[in-house]
């Protein structure tokens, strides 16, 4: 079993920035993909980016092209992501998720943390 827990949400103006982070712990075997999603209120969940152990691979969903980075530091067990030109269409609850098994955009997460809210103001 791994644990994960999210922070680094909250409120923030359109143009701006915010880094999220996911920490891990517990059994680390199962965070050897990673990847971010998020849903906002009404909608279905939405695939954000998904990065491998090394952070050398990552796939990103078109609404983070350009403008999020995902990567990890392995020896302090987190996952980050790295929001720029934030637009109001981003506000929702980000949820950071892990699994054992890396598949490249196929990858899908047995582990799921609680969420951080992320709101951008117009």
């Known amino acids: 079993q791994v644990q994960l827990v999210e922070s680094g949400g909250g409120l923030v103006q359109a143009g701006g920035s915010l880094r999220l982070s996911c920490v891990a712990s517990?059994?680390?075997?199962?965070?050897?993909?990673m990847g971010w999603f998020r849903q906002a209120p009404g909608k279905e969940r939405e695939f954000v980016v998904s990065?491998?152990?090394?952070?050398?691979?990552?796939y990103y969903g078109d609404s983070a092209q350009g403008r999020f980075t995902a990567s990890r530091d392995n020896a302090k067990n987190t996952m980050y992501l790295q929001m720029n030109n934030l637009k109001s269409e981003d506000t929702a609850v980000y949820y950071c998720?892990?699994?054992?098994?890396?598949?490249?955009?196929?990858?899908?997460?047995?582990?799921w943390g609680q969420g951080t809210q992320v709101t951008v103001s117009s």
């Open positions: 990065i491998d152990w090394d952070g050398s691979m990552t």
């Open positions: 517990g059994e680390t075997a199962s965070t050897y993909a």
């Open positions: 998720a892990s699994d054992r098994v890396w598949a490249g955009p196929k990858t899908t997460f047995d582990y």
